[in-house]
T-cell receptor
Framework: GDSVTQTEGPVTVSESESLIINCTYSATSIAYPNLFWYVRYPGEGLQLLLKVITAGQKGSSRGFEATYNKETTSFHLQKASVQESDSAVYYCALGETANYGNEKITFGAGTKLTIKP | DTTVKQNPRYKLARVGKPVNLICSQTMNHDTMYWYQKKPNQAPKLLLFYYDKILNREADTFEKFQSSRPNNSFCSLYIGSAGLEYSAMYLC???????????FGPGTRLLVL
C-alpha cells in the first residue's frame, strides 16, 4: 500500500532560523498522487497547510514551501525563517482519488516542531 | 463556517462495552471520514461515507461501524471496546472532487 515517511520528531529550532522537514512517499496504486502538508497547532484540529497536485510544482503557504519531486518521490517542507507561532505538529500526506471523486489520504506519522524564542 | 464538531472530546469506556462517537458539519459536505490516531503513529483512515454509501477499509472492516442519519451527522460505533481501541478519533468532511478535507478537533478515547 501507499506510505509516507517523514522526519522523526521532536524537532527544535531557534526563532528566525531556517527549517526543513523531510518527506518521502511511496505510492503503489497511483502514479501521480496529490501531496499535502497538514498542520495541527496546539489545541486545534488538523488543517491543510499546502497542497500540490502536479509533479515539479511548488506549493507555498504562511512562508512554508514544498516542491513535488517525482524523481526522488519527495515533498520536503521548508521555511527560511521560523517564528514561535510555527510550533505545531506537521504531517506529510498523499492522496488518491477514491471511487466517488473524493480523496483517500495516507498520512505520515507527524513531526512535532518546537520553536525556541 | 468550516467547522467540524466532534462529541464528546474525551471518552472513557470499559472493556467490552460499546462506544459511540459523534461528528457533525454544517458545510453540506457529501463525504465524511473517520480516522484513528495513536501516539507516534500516522492518522489511519477507518471508513468514509460518500452521501449514504459507507466504505470501510479492509483491515478494519469488522472493528468499526458507522451511520449517517443525515448529511450533517456521522457516528463511529464500536460494539465491544478493547484496550487496543484507545486512541484519538478524528472526523473530517469534504465536498466534491479533490476537495480539501476539513478536520474536527478529535475525540480522545481511553478504554480501561
Amino acid at each position: 500500500g501507499d506510505s509516507v515517511t517523514q522526519t522523526e520528531g521532536p524537532v527544535t529550532v531557534s526563532e528566525s532560523e531556517s527549517l526543513i522537514i523531510n518527506c518521502t512517499y511511496s505510492a503503489t496504486s497511483i502514479a501521480y498522487p496529490n501531496l499535502f502538508w497538514y498542520v495541527r497547532y496546539p489545541g486545534e484540529g488538523l488543517q491543510l497547510l499546502l497542497k500540490v497536485i502536479t509533479a515539479g510544482q511548488k506549493g507555498s503557504s504562511r512562508g512554508f514551501e514544498a516542491t513535488y519531486n517525482k524523481e526522488t518521490t519527495s515533498f520536503h517542507l521548508q521555511k527560511a525563517s521560523v517564528q514561535e507561532s510555527d510550533s505545531a505538529v506537521y504531517y506529510c500526506a498523499l492522496g488518491e482519488t477514491a471511487n466517488y471523486g473524493n480523496e483517500k489520504i495516507t498520512f505520515g506519522a507527524g513531526t512535532k516542531l518546537t520553536i525556541k524564542p | 463556517d468550516t467547522t467540524v464538531k466532534q462529541n464528546p472530546r474525551y471518552k472513557l469506556a470499559r472493556v467490552g462495552k460499546p462506544v459511540n462517537l459523534i461528528c457533525s458539519q454544517t458545510m453540506n459536505h457529501d463525504t465524511m471520514y473517520w480516522y484513528q490516531k495513536k501516539p507516534n503513529q500516522a492518522p489511519k483512515l477507518l471508513l468514509f461515507y460518500y452521501d449514504k454509501i459507507l466504505n470501510r477499509e479492509a483491515d478494519t472492516f469488522e472493528k468499526f461501524q458507522s451511520s449517517r442519519p443525515n448529511n450533517s451527522f456521522c457516528s463511529l460505533y464500536i460494539g465491544s471496546a478493547g484496550l487496543e481501541y484507545s486512541a484519538m478519533y478524528l472526523c473530517a468532511s469534504s465536498s466534491g472532487t479533490g476537495d480539501t478535507q476539513y478536520f474536527g478537533p478529535g475525540t480522545r478515547l481511553l478504554v480501561l
